[in-house]
């Protein structure tokens, strides 16, 4: 019964084959295409000084092979938006805040405080406020300032003095 199944799927592929005009079918010959000769260009020669490579994965940018790598201090591990401002000395010379990661762990800043892994720098502190500000690099590879300011909540739970 098995060689009954085999010969038929022979035949219907000889016959798909021989309609659809497969290997068995004599197809005209197009005539051979002519390629164009090459154009000549002279002493052209390509310099890719100051240009990116575009191979390079872009997050690689950021650091230059020329740069040394400093060990990052522990504020500088977190990024800004972790860190959440739980309170102001204003009244010192300088003044000087205190943020706070998720867990808990608090650290003191003051102007000139290094914060957040991309060359953050803190360069205010007001009543109520603490102002980074941080340079960033584009896709195109041109920098920007860029400025995050961290305030302290307000406390919905506080009585107004009488």
């Known amino acids: 019964m098995s060689g009954g199944r085999t010969r038929r799927r022979v035949i219907v592929l000889t016959a ?25 260009h002279g002493d052209y020669s390509y310099d890719a000084g100051g240009k990116r490579d575009p191979f390079r994965p872009l997050f690689l940018l950021r650091r230059s092979a020329t740069e040394a790598v400093e060990p990052l ?8 938006g972790q860190l ?15 943020v706070e990661d998720s867990s808990g762990l608090g650290f003191i800043v003051m102007p000139g405080t290094a914060i957040g892994p991309n060359g953050g720098v803190v360069t205010a502190i007001r009543p109520r406020q603490v102002v980074v500000e941080e340079w960033q690099t584009d896709v195109i590879g041109q920098r920007h300032k860029k400025e995050f300011v961290l305030e302290l909540p307000s406390d919905q739970n506080e009585r107004p003095r009488r």
């Open 16 to 40: 798909a084959l021989w309609l659809t005009g497969g290997p068995c079918a004599h197809a005209q010959q197009e005539p051979p295409v002519e390629l164009a000769p090459e154009p000549d």
């Open 73 to 80: 201090t522990p504020l500088q591990r977190y990024e800004i």
């Open 84 to 98: 959440r401002l739980v309170g102001v000395i204003y009244d010192l010379a300088p003044p000087r805040g205190m």
